[in-house]
């Protein structure tokens, strides 16, 4: 079971970035995915989540209408695409593997990548 974070980096306020995550080892459609930050000094924080099937998906009042996740089962892959990005989305994000195919919220994290780095800062 792997899971590998592409797409980080440093942007300015306001800019866009797409983060991807590539799943291998594991039935994709089967499990909900998510995407957690760990800011500096800071504990996990749950950002948002997907279902299996990619019809339910659920963000943190943080990042409401400005992140967006998708997933395509076709490729094995999960994406976060974010926008209007500020200075407090500044972080290593990374993607987890729920243990159901409906657990798209919290910051358990049974599998999860080695993390992509974000940073906005101008």
């Known amino acids: 079971v792997q899971l590998v974070e592409s797409g980080g980096g440093l942007v300015q306020p306001g800019d866009s970035l797409r983060l991807s995550c590539a799943a291998s080892?594991?039935?994709?459609?089967?499990?909900?995915m998510k995407w957690l930050r760990q800011a500096p000094g800071k504990g996990l924080e749950w950002v948002s989540g997907?279902?299996?099937?990619?019809?339910?998906?659920n963000y943190a009042d943080s990042v409401k209408g400005r992140l967006t996740i998708s997933r395509d089962n076709a490729k094995n892959e999960v994406y976060l695409h974010m926008s209007s990005l500020k200075p407090e989305d500044t972080a290593m994000y990374f993607c987890?593997?729920?243990?159901?195919?409906?657990?798209?919220?919290?910051?358990?994290?049974?599998?999860r990548g080695q993390g992509t780095q974000v940073i906005v800062s101008s």
């Open positions: 987890v593997r729920s243990n159901t195919p409906n657990g798209v919220v919290g910051t358990a994290a049974p599998v």
């Open positions: 080892g594991f039935p994709f459609n089967v499990f909900a």
């Open positions: 997907i279902d299996g099937g990619g019809t339910l998906t």
